[in-house]
C-alpha cells in the first residue's frame, strides 16, 4: 500500500529487467490476488486519517541523535514496566531516548488498528495517543476519513463491524524503532512495521493480506507521558514474499480472535 501525501494514489509494482529480486521475484497468491477495491480502500483509509496540516512540532528543536546506534537490540533497563492506560493503550513511557521509542511502538500499533475505525474506541484512541491541543481537531479529521460511506466500501457498518460470519483484520506488528531527533521535550522515532489487514470471510472481496511500512512519529512529552504531535507512513523496507500458503478465511479469523497483543517495551 502506498501511504503519503498523495492522497487516493495507488501504485502500480512492474517487473524490472535487472536481477533485483524485489522487481520479478514471484508473489504469493494472497498477494497477487489483492483486489483493487482492497488497495484503494486501505490506502484511502490510512491517509485519510494520517495527511493532517499540523505536522511536525517537534523538529526544530529536536537534537540529532548521532549518538544513538542505528540498531539496538532490546535490553534490560531497570525501568519500571508501562501500564495499559485508560483505553488499553500503554501509558507511562520512562522519560528518555527508550521511553519515547516505546511509546512509538505502542501508538503504532494502536493508529493502524481495527479499533481506529470503531467510533466509540475512535475517540479513546484519540484521547490517549495525542496531545491534547490537537485531540479536537483530529476526532473531526478521523470522523471524516471513516464515514459511514467509506466504511461501507470496505465491508463494515456504521459502528465499524464487519458482516456476521465475518471478521476485520488490521493488525501492526513493530519490527524496530529509531531514533531520528530527541531532546527532553520533544522525540522523532521511526518504527518499521508489518502488518495484516482485510477480512476473513468466504465470500470477502477484500481478503486479509499483508504489508511493510514504516511509520515517523513526532513525540511531545505532555503531562508526564510521550504523546503524538502528529505522524507519518511510508511503503517498506520489504523483504521478498515468500511461498507461504495462504490459510483459509477461517483459519484467520480463529488466528485473531485466539492470539493477543504486545505492549512493546525496550
Known amino acids: 500500500m502506498s501511504l503519503g501525501d498523495d492522497t487516493g494514489r495507488t501504485r502500480t509494482r512492474l517487473p524490472e529487467a535487472s536481477g533485483d529480486p524485489y522487481g520479478g521475484a514471484r508473489r504469493n497468491g494472497r498477494s497477487s490476488s489483492r483486489s483493487l477495491v482492497t488497495v484503494v480502500g486501505v490506502v484511502v483509509l490510512l491517509i485519510a486519517a494520517i495527511a493532517f496540516a499540523n505536522r511536525g512540532g517537534g523538529d526544530s528543536d529536536a537534537e540529532e541523535g548521532g549518538d544513538s546506534p542505528k540498531a539496538a537490540a532490546t535490553a534490560p533497563t531497570g525501568e519500571k514496566p508501562v501500564s495499559a492506560g485508560a483505553s488499553g493503550i500503554p501509558a507511562g513511557f520512562a522519560h528518555d531516548r527508550q521511553g519515547a521509542e516505546s511509546a512509538a511502538a505502542n501508538y503504532a500499533v494502536a493508529l493502524v488498528s ?83 489487514f482485510g477480512t476473513a470471510g468466504e465470500k470477502t472481496t477484500n481478503p486479509v493480506t499483508s504489508d511493510w511500512f514504516t511509520m515517523t512519529l513526532q513525540l511531545r512529552w505532555a503531562d508526564g507521558d510521550w504523546k503524538v504531535d502528529s505522524f507519518a507512513q511510508k511503503d517498506g523496507p520489504a523483504p521478498v514474499p515468500g511461498d507461504d500458503k495462504a490459510s483459509t478465511a477461517e483459519e484467520m479469523a480463529k488466528a485473531v480472535q485466539e492470539y493477543g497483543g504486545f505492549t512493546y517495551a525496550r
Do not use: H
Request: aromatic share 8%.
Open 114 to 196: 481495527a479499533d481506529i475505525l470503531k467510533p466509540d474506541r475512535r475517540a479513546e484512541i484519540v484521547r490517549q495517543v495525542f496531545v491534547a491541543d490537537k485531540q479536537t481537531s483530529l476526532e473531526n479529521r478521523f470522523d471524516k476519513a471513516y464515514s459511514k460511506e467509506f466504511l461501507s466500501t470496505i465491508g463494515l457498518d456504521e459502528n465499524g463491524n464487519a458482516a456476521p460470519g465475518e471478521a476485520y483484520v488490521s493488525r501492526t506488528m513493530p519490527i524496530g524503532t529509531k531514533v531520528i531527533g530527541y531532546s527532553d521535550t520533544n522525540a522523532t522515532v521511526d518504527v518499521w512495521c508489518s502488518g495484516v
